[in-house]
């Protein structure tokens, strides 16, 4: 924010004073809003284009770990399963080789960046700017033919194990690292007792404890886990002073 300021009281000019945003922040918001409309994306092509199989103009992963689009005659024959369709993370070609998915999906990009007050024609001069500067030691060539990055439409949890866990009412059944390393204490406080100096015994409860494994593409997808298993918002079994801290869960 300072050197935003300063540059454009300096210079009074506002985009001169946000190139001076720091580039890690730059690819900060830039990450998180590719990530706000890969979500939308994903939301519209699993309630609007609902399947269990791949459908024409998806992009798949094949077993080699190259990808292709689906062709009618395979979506026909439901070649591939909903598991193997990917997302494009942040496309921003029209032309061919076009990186949109080649059905309804590469509307629902265009809407959600729209939501945003956003166009498609945003993120293309972005990627530009961005990727000039990390990139200025390499050939044009080599910067026209960067790699498009993927993320799998849906996830499954692996290595599932559960328990029943008994212990004091709102005390953790789960050590997390903020935990461990000392960054938060989630120890109750200390009670006074009840009135008149008798002293109440803590209540228990029965917790049921889950774990699992995600692929490392879905490592932001634990919540969603939890939020299909309880069919509920996780947050209204949160207690109220852990709200702000996701990281809490695990």
């Given at each position: 924010?300072?050197?935003?300021?300063?540059?454009?009281?300096?210079?009074?000019?506002?985009?001169?004073?946000?190139?001076?945003?720091?580039?890690?922040?730059?690819?900060?918001?830039?990450?998180?809003?590719?990530?706000?409309?890969?979500?939308?994306?994903?939301?519209?092509?699993?309630?609007?284009?609902?399947?269990?199989?791949?459908?024409?103009?998806?992009?798949?992963?094949?077993?080699?770990?190259?990808?292709?689009?689906?062709?009618?005659?395979?979506?026909?024959?439901?070649?591939?399963?909903?598991?193997?369709?990917?997302?494009?993370?942040?496309?921003?070609?029209?032309?061919?080789?076009?990186?949109?998915?080649?059905?309804?999906?590469?509307?629902?990009?265009?809407?959600?960046?729209?939501?945003?007050?956003?166009?498609?024609?945003?993120?293309?001069?972005?990627?530009?700017?961005?990727g000039?500067?990390?990139?200025?030691?390499?050939?044009?060539?080599?910067?026209?033919?960067q790699?498009?990055?993927?993320?799998?439409?849906?996830?499954?949890?692996?290595?599932?194990?559960?328990?029943?866990?008994?212990?004091?009412?709102?005390?953790?059944?789960?050590?997390?690292?903020?935990?461990?390393?000392?960054?938060?204490?989630?120890?109750?406080?200390?009670?006074?007792?009840?009135?008149?100096?008798?002293?109440?015994?803590?209540?228990?409860?029965?917790?049921?404890?889950?774990?699992?494994?995600l692929?490392?593409?879905?490592?932001?997808?634990?919540?969603?886990?939890?939020?299909?298993?309880?069919?509920?918002?996780?947050?209204?079994?949160?207690?109220?002073?852990?709200?702000?801290?996701?990281?809490?869960?695990?």
């Amino acid at each position: 924010t300072t050197a935003v300021i300063m540059m454009l009281n300096k210079t009074g000019d506002a985009e001169a004073a946000m190139r001076a945003v720091p580039m890690s922040l730059r690819w900060s918001l830039k990450k998180a809003v590719d990530a706000y409309v890969w979500n939308q994306v994903a939301k519209f092509r699993l309630t609007s284009m609902l399947t269990e199989h791949a459908v024409e103009g998806d992009w798949v992963l094949l077993d080699g770990g190259s990808v292709t689009r689906v062709t009618s005659r395979e979506a026909r024959s439901k070649k591939y399963p909903l598991s193997r369709v990917l997302l494009p993370i942040c496309p921003t070609s029209e032309v061919e080789p076009q990186d949109y998915p080649l059905n309804a999906a590469a509307f629902a990009y265009t809407k959600a960046r729209e939501n945003l007050g956003l166009k498609d024609t945003h993120f293309t001069e972005a990627a530009e700017r961005i990727g000039r500067q990390e990139k200025s030691g390499e050939s044009e060539q080599q910067q026209q033919h960067q790699p498009l990055l993927y993320r799998p439409l849906v996830g499954f949890p692996t290595e599932v194990q559960w328990d029943l866990v008994t212990g004091p009412v709102g005390q953790p059944v789960v050590a997390t690292d903020v935990v461990r390393n000392g960054l938060i204490d989630l120890d109750p406080p200390p009670s006074n007792g009840a009135p008149g100096g008798r002293k109440r015994s803590p209540k228990s409860e029965t917790c049921l404890r889950l774990r699992f494994t995600l692929e490392k593409a879905h490592d932001c997808g634990g919540r969603m886990v939890l939020r299909e298993i309880l069919q509920r918002p996780i947050h209204e079994f949160m207690p109220a002073s852990s709200l702000g801290r996701q990281d809490l869960l695990f």
